[in-house]
């Protein structure tokens, strides 16, 4: 069974998060994400969604960091490059994640507070990611010490 067919069924999915792109908050293989099946609402920004890409195979956890029309603009907490997604590629929501055997679910008042620190600070991401790239490519360019 895919994992659509499992939120279709029970409405209801528990897994190991797979990928670092919503680090800090899940890293892969250690923590346990539960998800429900998208009902008749929309998601809000702030909110975890799981999500296929046009296509695609693969099946997508990352947060709303803006609501449309016809869909929302996607973003994982560990990039900083945004995708625009249709209402339709939205099969499930985040409603808690597990760590160490504690749940936390998202009305959680600490994750609601990472949550507004995140969405606060997503130029500061952006910028420290492109400070990054370029020490990179300077690493690449011009050896270890960057000369």
Do not use: C, W
Not at 40 to 54: F, Q
């Amino acid at each position: 069974m895919t994992i659509a067919e499992i939120l279709k069924k029970d409405g209801i999915l528990v897994y190991k998060t797979k990928g670092s792109s919503m680090e800090p908050m899940l890293h892969e293989n250690r923590d346990v994400v539960v998800i429900r099946a998208k009902g008749l609402s929309r998601a809000e920004k702030g909110d975890v969604v799981l999500y296929t890409r046009e296509g695609k195979p693969d099946y997508v956890l990352h947060r709303v960091v803006r609501v449309g029309k016809e869909g929302y603009v996607m973003m994982g907490d560990h990039q900083f490059r945004k995708e625009r997604i249709p209402e339709s590629a939205v099969i499930g929501v985040l409603t808690s994640f597990i760590r160490n055997g504690r749940e936390i679910p998202v009305t959680d008042p600490e994750y609601l507070k990472y949550v507004a620190t995140l969405s606060d600070s997503s130029f500061l991401r952006f910028l420290g990611f492109g400070f990054r790239a370029v020490k990179r490519k300077m690493k690449h360019l011009f050896g270890k010490d960057g000369q």
